[in-house]
């Protein structure tokens, strides 16, 4: 089901001048949406202001079927967007595959680093060992940022509880010219875990393995009991965020 995918995304004559999000935008969602129940604010979301205009950006990480889910139960058409680093778990990319098949997703895009930059930057494929922020970039923030390209907004499955780096993350943020929607901002861990009995979701194969949040193989370890969330991502390095999101204290 996966796919290189360049196909534009899909298109709506109402909205092909809308103008780009702004900070009043912002605002003005942020209000609108205040006290809304995700699935309803999805809902209305998907198949009003932002059809044809936004894709969902994935990780399909521990916790990320929960979103998807909900996704799919406005409109499977949704484009959504995973960056293969070409350095993931294996188990992340069968994982994948079993859960956009499942909840029935039609336009699965995987954009990878480009080689012509690897190849200059990171010949050796090591990068992550010496300068992480550099590697995320090549291989991370340079493969969404073509992928976000079509799109003015786009969806994360960040949610407060995951880290101190995230505590005030709010529902709708501008990044880069482009609205962000967080639906589980506020949602809490206990949230999350009875979301997944009650969807019967899939879990991710590692989680069990003592993986709460799993990234890519160099820089992914196993948490221990009472640590962060994310306590394994780049540990041992100043480094909480791959640069795709901005820390929110």
Partial sequence: ??????????????????????????ARLTAKYAGVATEAMLADLLAGELRGRVAAVSSFGSESAVLLDMVAA???????????????????????????????????RVYRPDPRLLAAKDATSLRWSYDPDGCCDLRKVEPLRRALAPFDAWISGRK????????????????????????????????????????KLPRHPLEAQGYPSVGCVPCTSQVQPGEDPRAGRWRGWDKTECGIHDPVF
């Fill in 1 to 26: 089901m996966a796919s290189t995918a360049a196909a534009p995304a899909r298109q709506v004559d109402a909205i092909d001048t809308a103008p780009p999000f702004t900070l009043p935008d912002v």
């Fill in 74 to 108: 406005v409109d499977k058409d949704v484009p959504v967007i995973f960056v293969n680093t070409q350095k993931i778990f294996g188990e992340t990319l069968a994982y994948r595959d079993t859960l956009a098949e499942q909840l029935g997703f039609t336009d699965l």
């Fill in 160 to 199: 407060g509880f995951q880290g101190k780096t995230r505590a005030a993350l709010p529902r709708f943020e501008l990044d880069e010219g482009r609205l962000k929607v967080n639906p589980l901002a506020d949602w809490t861990r206990d949230a999350i875990d009875a979301a997944f009995t009650a969807r």
